[in-house]
């Protein structure tokens, strides 16, 4: 295509031909989307809107329809067209596209590092000191099937549970709003806390910390992706391109950014955005957690979640590749 494109450029007639291929080109040019439908979050900026309050988007717009309750919901509204783009969990986003749901990933959304990670948290006074001791125990977890899932279960396997002794580790899911006071009032033995509400609960003090997943996994890295369908990006390249531009250009600010602009940049979004949400938990803002700059996708941020998904039984050797569930094509830090 790249060699037909140039010949058709040499010979003066693209803009008739290729109308919507041009670097040059915009959603609004080519007649493509310019409003996108997404979910969010309650106190927190996504990347996405940072990106247009910052001016990246140029004339594309958001239009808000409601919060996310997680990945795998992400996953089945954009694959059933009810909002134009979601976020997921890299490993969710595998599983969906081994039964067929063909998503592409084209930036990063959020990861772990040495600032802002996962996390696994008891009492203080809890018995539970080791992998061994969740054993009959209950651990909270936002949603089955996502990262809570797979760091929790790495765990216990690379501690040396045999997996009917990991069948007796109990995953509850629980609202992230709802997991910190779930575990002071004993309902759960421990949960799983990351970001805001981890730093939170840590400064309110009373738990300790019993494993993190930079551990579990090595080091830090990109564990979610934003995506489209394949269809949405084919019927608008150029949606796509400009909207990927716009939100690596904002990761890349906010990666760079000192963290007390970056949070009162955040403060002055949801004050604006009329939501009637706090901004209390901000103070706790540390870092993306995205490992790559503007959130360029590596292979091996899908690798280690396909040899985890087939070592567990749930996806064939083979069956999915990791060039096929990303591209960065769009991303302009990728070049």
């Known amino acids: ?10 010979t003066g007639v693209i803009g008739s031909i290729l109308t919507g291929c041009s ?3 915009t959603a609004a040019d080519s007649k493509e989307d310019t409003v996108l439908q997404y979910q969010g979050s309650p106190g927190i900026v996504g990347f996405p809107e ?15 329809i409601g919060d996310s309750a ?36 084209v930036v990063g959304s959020y990861g772990s590092d040495e600032n802002t990670y996962m996390g696994a948290y008891v009492l203080e006074d809890s018995p539970i000191k080791s992998a061994k001791d969740l054993i009959g125990k209950k651990v909270g977890v936002n949603i089955l099937g996502a990262h809570a899932e797979f760091v929790v279960k790495d765990y216990l396997r690379q501690s040396g549970l045999t997996e009917k002794e990991i ?8 609202p992230s709003s ?8 004993k309902q759960l033995d421990s949960v799983l806390l990351s970001g805001i509400a981890k730093d939170r609960a840590l400064d309110t003090g009373g738990i300790v910390e019993l494993f993190k997943d930079i551990d579990v996994f090595g080091s830090e890295f990109t564990a979610g992706d934003y995506f489209f369908t394949e269809q949405y990006i084919k019927d608008n390249p150029n949606t796509v391109k400009q909207f990927t531009e716009g939100v690596a250009n904002a990761i890349e600010w906010a990666q760079t950014t000192p963290k007390e602009e970056v949070i009162a940049r955040f403060e002055e979004i949801i004050n604006e955005r009329g939501r009637k949400e706090t901004t209390d938990n901000l103070k706790y803002w540390k870092s993306t957690g995205i490992a790559e700059k503007g959130g360029v996708i590596t292979p091996s941020e899908y690798d280690v979640w396909i040899e985890w998904l ?4 749930e996806l064939k050797e083979g069956q999915v590749k990791a060039e096929d569930l990303y591209t960065n094509e769009y991303n302009p830090f990728a070049k």
């Open 167 to 174: 069948e007796q580790v109990t995953l509850v899911t629980i």
């Open 310 to 313: 087939v070592k567990n039984g």
């Open 23 to 25: 670097d040059n080109k």
């Open 50 to 64: 940072l990106a247009e309050d910052l001016g990246y988007l140029g004339d594309l717009k958001l239009d808000y």
């Open 70 to 105: 997680g990945g795998p919901e992400s996953i089945q509204l954009t694959s059933t067209k009810q909002i134009d783009f979601g976020a997921a969990f890299n490993g969710a986003i595998i599983k969906s596209y081994s039964k067929n749901v063909k998503l592409k990933s």
């Open 178 to 185: 709802n997991a910190e006071q779930s575990l002071r009032n």
């Open 1 to 10: 295509m790249k060699k037909l494109a140039s010949l058709i450029l040499a």
